[in-house]
Structures are given as structure tokens and as C-alpha cells.
């Protein structure tokens, strides 16, 4: 990621509102990806992965 570490911009869109929860897509800007979220806690899951550094081993 560039700039500092453990920030970053994101533009979210919410598209509906169902089961009491979000659905719509989260673009984070400076990895200039977009992805789908289907739930409030997907969303969070997405930008903490987003801000989390890459380590060698998967769960960590």
C-alpha cells in the first residue's frame, strides 16, 4: 500500500437494504480495486483485509 500504513480511502456504495443488513460495493482507492459486500460484516471484513499487511503464511 502507499502513503501510510493502516489507512486508506474507500468510496461505498449501499445499493439495498435487506435482512436488516447492507448490500452494495466498497472501492478502496488507493489499490484501485472495487468488490461486492453482502452483509454490514462483510464490508468491515473487506477493509480490514484491505489495511492488513500480506504476511508469508495464510491466517496470520
Known sequence: MTGEKG??????KVLNTQD????????W???EKTQAFRSALELIKLV???LT???GKEGQ
Open 48 to 50: 480490514d483485509s484491505a
Open 20 to 27: 436488516a443488513t447492507w448490500q452494495g460495493t466498497i472501492s
Open 7 to 12: 489507512k486508506g480511502t474507500f468510496v461505498v
Open 53 to 55: 499487511p500480506k504476511k
Open 29 to 31: 482507492l488507493e489499490g
